[in-house]
Each structure stands twice: as structure tokens, then as C-alpha cells.
């Protein structure tokens, strides 16, 4: 069965303390792997798309890497606006469907 | 565009009763999603479609639940009757195609509470 796994379940970092989020996935051939955020009632917000273990995908403080087995979200000096969930998501070849973690709730202390 | 769009965004109704949550994909999409939010099981995916036609329906709950899609524009999730544990919030996603670019876009969601 496909699934997509996260931790930790929830983070609480200081301002500028760097940090890594962890998503593992288990798919019959990975057609690509979607990073989001959810902001409190707010819809989940596209951020990367990874297609190749090797893969790295940048923005400002966001770093997205991925390997045959699991993907980093690494947070580099995060500031109190980074706060949210954070999402991975799998889509596998021959579907069109999206397999959600349960996501990581991060808390960026000033 | 103004994205995916949702409506009611919060709605109450009491146990039995049905509930009807609308959904307005982006202009284009091919794909459209129902989901599902609760704290203990996270996102889960109730059904797709592509081309206004249901691929897999194998997430939703049981028959108290469907789903429609009439044309590219418009789809509709029903529950009838409605029960407590249906409360949850429900969002409503589309995506271009499947090509390679492909990711999901969301609208806001539909918090219901059934009491």
C-alpha cells in the first residue's frame, strides 16, 4: 500500500535555529514529490516539486531535497513567519492521485 | 485567477440533515480532488476526477457520501444523511494534467460541523 510518512509531528525552533523535516515514502513508482504549506484556516499552498532522488529545490529559507526512500525540508535560519504545517505529498505513476503525510506543525519562537 | 473556489467556507447543520459543499476548479484543470482534514487522519483523499469523469472513489467513507461533476467548472460533494463524525474540514483541489509539472492547487476549504 502507498504511504507517506512525516516527523517530527511537531517543531518548536527559536528565531535563526535551523532545522530539518523529514518525509519517508513507500510508492509504487514515484512520479513526483509535492511539498506544501497550511496555514491556520487556510488551504495547503503549493511550495516544491521534486522529480529525482539527487533533486534539490530552493526558496529563500526553504530547502527541498529528495532520495529513493524519503525527502528533507531543511529550514535555514527560520524566522516567526515560517510557522506553519508543512505537507509532503506523493503522486505515484499510472494515478493521478496525491497521497498526503500527516504533516509537520512548526513553531518558530522570536 | 482567482484559484480554486469553495463554497459555504463554514457551515452548521444538525445531525440527518444534508449538506451539498461546491467547488469551482481553476480554469484549464483536467483533475479534481475532495479531501478531507482532521487532526487524527490528517488529509485523505474521498475521490478524484479527470475530465469531469470519477477515476477512483475508493476514499469515500460509504454511501452517506457522493460526489459530481456536471461540466469542467463545477462539482459537488453531498452527504445525506449527515452525522457528527462527518465534521472535518473539506477542501476541494485541481491540477493542470498529467504532465510532469503537475501539482495541486487548493482552495480554502469547508469547515462543517454537524451537531
Known amino acids: 500500500e502507498d504511504q507517506v510518512t512525516q516527523s517530527p509531528e511537531a517543531l518548536r525552533l527559536q528565531e535563526g535555529e535551523s532545522s530539518s523535516l523529514n518525509c519517508s515514502y513507500t510508492?509504487?513508482?514515484?512520479?513526483?514529490l509535492f511539498w506544501y504549506r497550511q496555514d491556520p484556516g487556510k488551504g495547503p499552498e503549493f511550495l516544491f516539486t521534486?522529480?529525482?532522488a539527487g533533486e534539490e529545490k530552493e526558496k529563500e529559507r526553504l530547502k527541498a531535497t529528495l532520495t529513493k526512500k524519503e525527502s528533507f525540508l531543511h529550514i535555514t535560519a527560520p524566522k516567526p513567519e515560517d510557522s506553519a504545517t508543512y505537507l509532503c505529498?506523493?503522486?505515484?505513476?499510472?494515478?493521478?492521485?496525491?497521497?498526503f503525510g500527516t504533516g509537520t506543525r512548526l513553531k518558530v519562537l522570536a | 485567477d482567482a484559484g480554486v473556489i469553495q463554497s459555504p467556507r463554514h457551515e452548521v447543520t444538525e445531525m440527518g440533515q444534508e449538506v451539498t459543499l461546491r467547488c469551482k476548479p481553476i480554469?484549464?484543470?483536467?483533475?479534481l480532488f475532495w479531501y478531507r482534514q482532521t487532526m487524527m487522519r490528517g488529509l485523505e483523499l474521498l475521490i478524484y476526477?479527470?475530465?469531469?469523469?470519477?477515476?477512483?472513489d475508493s476514499g469515500m467513507p460509504e454511501d452517506r457520501f457522493s460526489a459530481k461533476m456536471p461540466n469542467a467548472s463545477f462539482s459537488t460533494l453531498k452527504i445525506q444523511p449527515s452525522e457528527p463524525r462527518d465534521s472535518a474540514v473539506y477542501f476541494c483541489?485541481?491540477?493542470?494534467?498529467?504532465?510532469?509539472?503537475?501539482?495541486?492547487?487548493f482552495g480554502q476549504g469547508t469547515r462543517l460541523t454537524v451537531v
Open positions: 483541489a485541481s491540477s493542470p494534467g498529467q504532465t510532469r509539472t503537475t501539482e495541486a492547487f
Open positions: 510508492v509504487s513508482g514515484l512520479r513526483g
Open positions: 521534486l522529480y529525482s
Open positions: 505529498a506523493a503522486s505515484t505513476s499510472g494515478t493521478y492521485k496525491y497521497i
Open positions: 480554469s484549464g484543470h483536467n483533475s
Open positions: 476526477f479527470n475530465n469531469n469523469v470519477p477515476i477512483d
